[in-house]
């Protein structure tokens, strides 16, 4: 008797193509040597941390978010806290990620994938 397996570790194909550019691990290209890292999961949360370990500064202890893309915006929730609807742009074959707040042009953030 054979038994297969198939799929397994598999990313979610519920994602939308432009939902699986963000999955996996994206870290702030910032000359300190605490950046900001973001881990996108296919199940729909995200890990924000700095420096890979600790909560960022002025958000709340829990360091995994809901996150979505709605009306082709970013949106990181904060349960209790607020939500981030943010400007995105991919670049360098989907290497780079660019978030700003919605609205602003002056508040660029870029990421490069890990």
Known sequence: MNVGLSGCNQVNDKLYPEEKRFIG???????TDNPHIYEFFSNGTVRASQDGSIPIPGYPTQLYYPWELKDRKLVIAIPGYMSSILDYHFSNNDTILIISPTGTTDQNVTFIKQ
């Open 25 to 31: 691990t994206w870290k702030e290209f910032h000359p």
